[in-house]
């Protein structure tokens, strides 16, 4: 069932008071309160409502985290219907496969449909109901202590999991939204501490800002929250060192956002660790040091799939490699060599490898992902040509009426074959190993 958000919030439902009159929305130049925040929203549901949008109903969204997609998003729910913010970054293929799979798909308890790429094969849209969006809310709001002084940055786009949870969570702590628009280094810099209290930020996002502003922010900036799994730990070093409020957090979009979160005073007294996990949710390995993790966060199912999400013990197998130490803090030490993070988008290797198979002009291909300074990892690819001539550029080309700009390769080796083990398999180690090579084109 789809739940008014903001409507429940104002009503109590998260068990604290919130004051109407306290301040809901931040925008450059302007702000509101909830109670102004409740009319914003109740003008777009009925515009909503007006063009045919029926409770129970899909509703594919051009995700943006400026005031207008906030106040969009909670009108969706507000009509009783199911949000699904797309990125506006996606290619034109990805995009109408995307709205072609969500106008007929069957969503059952979802809140919130999340487009990703997952963990197994093509991207997909993951479910997420009101009581995962409520159950991360809580947890979160417990470990980080938030409460309704504090002002969150909408960094990231409400087509990732981490853009939406922001709002949810803010609003569900009686906290406030800055909600900015785009990301811009010196826009975000000169509202950390004033108003701004807390933000998300991808790796790539903390890099610019440090080297934008290396000094230390305002005290009343208390926190940056780092996807810490996927953070080069000199990046975390160097942010740390000049004395940024750090918390490293390991999550997915299958988990509602987070699983473990580290505080400030973790992440500088235990280094590397992303935390214990947080309430509500249980984490384990199995024997090959893949994590495992169940609770009351994990989505209800994949949109239109009959593939179960967990196992029959209710466990989701995250594709990740880790460990739980003595004193249960959590070490995210690899993840599955087909899954690649570039700039928090979570790329699949094996969809990008059928992309270039696809086309007339490739035999063979392997996607692995790359060290990188900026964007923590790129893709690249080893192409085998079809005989013939074989013009990269224009390869290059096609791409982008399939593949998303995290998802093209930057990084790629020609070559007349790909290395195999004796059992015939390609040997990615080695495929990396030549992107990694300095004679790699790069794009």
Not at 23 to 42: I, K
Not at 167 to 176: C, E, K, Q, Y
Not at 326 to 349: K, Q
Not at 378 to 388: F, L, S
Request: proline share 5%; with cysteine.
């Amino acid at each position: 069932m789809v739940v008014d958000l903001l409507a429940w919030v104002l009503a109590d439902g998260a068990g604290r008071t919130v004051d109407p009159d306290s301040t809901a929305l931040l925008w450059p130049g302007g702000s509101c309160t909830y109670q102004e925040l409740n009319g914003r929203v109740d003008e777009r549901a009925r515009a909503l409502a007006g063009e045919g949008l029926e409770p129970g109903s899909i509703r594919p969204i051009v995700a943006s985290n400026d005031v207008v997609g906030v106040i969009t998003l909670l009108a969706v729910w507000r009509c009783g219907a199911i949000a699904a913010p797309l990125n506006p970054g996606l290619a034109r293929r990805e995009f109408a496969a995307a709205t072609r799979a969500l106008s007929v798909g069957a969503a059952t308890a979802g809140q919130l449909i999340l487009w990703t790429s997952g963990t197994v094969g093509a991207a997909r849209g993951v479910e997420l109901s009101f009581d995962n969006l409520r159950a991360s809310a809580m947890a979160v709001g417990g470990r980080l202590d938030l409460g309704p002084d504090d002002v969150w940055l909408a960094s990231l786009s409400t087509a990732h999991v981490g853009g939406v949870a922001l709002v949810t969570r803010a609003l569900m702590m009686g906290s406030a939204v800055f909600a900015a628009g785009p990301f811009d280094v010196e826009a975000a810099s000169k509202v950390m501490g004033r108003p701004v209290t807390h933000a998300s930020l991808v790796p790539t996002q903390l890099l610019r800002i440090l080297d934008h502003r290396p000094s230390r922010p305002p005290p009343s900036f208390r926190c940056a929250l780092i996807g810490g799994a996927h953070a080069p730990p000199d990046l975390v070093a160097r942010a740390v060192e000049a004395r940024w409020p750090i918390s490293l957090t390991y999550g997915m979009t299958e988990m509602a956002s987070q699983v473990a979160t580290a505080t400030p005073r973790q992440v500088r007294a235990k280094p590397g660790t992303v935390g214990s996990p947080l309430d509500g949710v249980e984490l384990r390995t199995d024997e090959r040091g893949q994590l495992l993790v169940r609770g009351a966060t994990l989505a209800v199912g994949y949109l239109g799939s009959d593939d179960a999400m967990a196992d029959a013990d209710g466990w989701y197998r995250t594709g990740d490699l880790g460990y739980i130490d003595e004193a249960g803090d959590v070490w995210v030490t690899g993840r599955r060599i087909d899954r690649i993070v570039s700039g928090g988008v979570t790329v699949d290797a094996i969809e990008v490898e059928g992309v270039l198979r696809a086309h007339p002009s490739v035999a063979d291909a392997c996607v692995v992902g790359v060290q990188d300074a900026e964007w923590g990892e790129v893709v690249g690819a080893v192409v085998v040509p079809v005989e013939g001539e074989f013009d990269l550029d224009a390869l290059d080309v096609a791409l982008r009426e399939s593949l998303s700009a995290a998802k093209r390769p930057r990084l790629w080796w020609v070559a007349s074959e790909l290395p195999l083990n004796a059992n015939g398999k390609v040997e990615r180690a080695r495929v990396r190993s030549l992107l990694e090579d300095g004679r790699a084109l790069q794009n």
